[in-house]
């Protein structure tokens, strides 16, 4: 089994910034990929952005691109996000995962391809 925690949410104004962080332990493995997803109340879960064990590859939703910077450690059990220029809509609870090994290709969107969640942490952006 694999576990995940994330921290470094909180309350930041617009136009603010936060890191989040996400540590892996457990019988992690390598050739797996990381994400952050968010939901807000109401929603359903919506994609971040990933990155693959590595690193070389990431993938950013369009809402977040250029705002945001994903990461990992080199020992690939620390995944990071950068947030930066936060905007109102982008509260809500924010969320690691992790898939199970899977060829290197590009970085999965879908909940459905990660096997591994955390508990969340929330972020709030007042306006």
């Known amino acids: 089994q694999v576990q995940l925690v994330e921290s470094g949410g909180g309350l930041v104004q617009a136009g603010g910034s936060l890191r989040l962080t996400c540590a892996a332990s457990g019988r992690t493995s390598g050739n797996n990929f990381m994400a952050w997803f968010r939901q807000d109340q109401g929603k359903e879960r919506e994609f971040v952005a990933a990155?693959?064990?590595?690193?070389?590859?990431?993938a950013y939703a369009d809402s977040v691109k250029g705002r945001f910077t994903i990461s990992r450690n080199g020992a690939g059990n620390r995944l990071y996000l950068q947030m930066n220029s936060l905007k109102p809509e982008d509260t809500a609870v924010y969320y690691c995962?992790?898939?199970?090994?899977?060829?290197?290709?590009?970085?999965?969107?879908?909940?459905?391809?990660?096997?591994?969640w955390g508990q969340g942490t929330q972020v709030t952006v007042s306006s």
């Open positions: 995962g992790q898939t199970a090994p899977l060829p290197p290709l590009a970085p999965p969107r879908q909940t459905n391809s990660y096997q591994y």
């Open positions: 990155t693959s064990w590595i690193g070389d590859q990431t």
